[in-house]
């Protein structure tokens, strides 16, 4: 039996300027080829650049917004005081005074989840930093033998910050003229999923 060939990865868990330039470059390889070879209609290609124009349009104007820009500072604290206060514990854990070893190992065993939140999503980063607090205020003690109440006080001050900023951004996206990444990105995936169909079926049927 043939070694089943699957075509196609959607990008579903890229960001939205990722996705964009994914498809983009996706088109870019696709219209390479003779579409007479792949028997891919104008209508279909021409249906898939719309929707990856579009999240281009929309990627633009979220970027070109202040909004967004005060939003990716806010991320780039937060960030900071993660790394800040992870690094604390790791290094802390080394001590050889028993009494802050210890904290630094009872919240290396609490925050060890939350490390590398980092590199989450925004919204999936501020529900870690909300799960984050619930931990440190079962260890308070431990907190304040290494130090990093301040550190966390300001964590949290910071993350009500972003997320204020996000729901102003959410009411400004609103008020756009564009549509929402959220229901165009599926509409591009499924234009593409048809796209890997013929593809696909070329592939199967070619004589070379």
Same mark, same amino acid.
């Given at each position: 039996?043939?070694?089943?060939?699957?075509? +196609?990865?959607?990008?579903?868990? =890229?960001?939205?300027?990722?996705?964009?330039?994914?498809?983009?470059?996706?088109?870019? #390889?696709?219209?390479?080829?003779?579409?007479?070879? $792949?028997?891919?209609?104008?209508?279909?290609?021409?249906?898939?650049?719309?929707?990856?124009?579009?999240?281009?349009?929309?990627?633009?104007?979220?970027? %070109?917004?202040? $909004?967004?820009?005060?939003?990716? !500072?806010?991320?780039?604290?937060?960030?900071?005081?993660?790394?800040?206060? =992870? +690094?604390?514990?790791?290094?802390?854990? *080394?001590?050889?005074?028993?009494?802050?070893? /210890?904290?630094?190992?009872?919240?290396?065993?609490? =925050? #060890?989840?939350?490390?590398?939140?980092?590199?989450?999503? =925004?919204?999936?980063?501020? *529900?870690?930093? %909300? +799960?984050?607090?619930?931990?440190?205020?079962?260890?308070? &003690?431990?907190?304040?033998?290494? &130090?990093?109440?301040?550190?966390?006080?300001? $964590?949290?001050?910071?993350?009500?910050? @972003? !997320?204020?900023?996000?729901?102003?951004?959410?009411?400004?996206?609103?008020? /756009?003229?564009?549509?929402?990444?959220?229901?165009?990105?599926?509409?591009?995936? !499924?234009? @593409?999923?048809?796209?890997?169909?013929?593809? *696909? /079926?070329?592939?199967?049927?070619?004589?070379?």
């Amino acid at each position: 039996m043939e070694k089943k060939i699957k075509i +196609g990865d959607y990008g579903a868990s =890229f960001n939205n300027v990722l996705h964009m330039q994914y498809h983009r470059s996706l088109y870019t #390889k696709v219209m390479g080829v003779d579409k007479q070879k $792949l028997h891919i209609t104008d209508e279909m290609l021409k249906e898939w650049k719309q929707c990856i124009d579009l999240e281009e349009d929309i990627n633009r104007e979220v970027t %070109a917004s202040p $909004l967004s820009k005060r939003l990716n !500072e806010k991320d780039r604290e937060r960030d900071m005081l993660l790394t800040n206060i =992870f +690094g604390v514990i790791r290094i802390q854990r *080394l001590s050889p005074l028993p009494a802050i070893s /210890s904290a630094a190992e009872t919240l290396h065993v609490a =925050f #060890k989840p939350y490390y590398g939140i980092q590199n989450n999503a =925004f919204e999936a980063q501020s *529900l870690h930093i %909300a +799960g984050l607090r619930v931990d440190a205020e079962k260890h308070p &003690g431990e907190v304040s033998i290494l &130090g990093l109440t301040p550190v966390l006080n300001e $964590l949290y001050t910071v993350n009500d910050a @972003f !997320e204020k900023l996000r729901t102003d951004r959410r009411m400004e996206t609103a008020d /756009s003229k564009l549509p929402n990444a959220r229901e165009i990105r599926p509409k591009t995936d !499924e234009l @593409f999923a048809r796209i890997c169909l013929y593809v *696909l /079926s070329a592939n199967l049927h070619a004589l070379t």
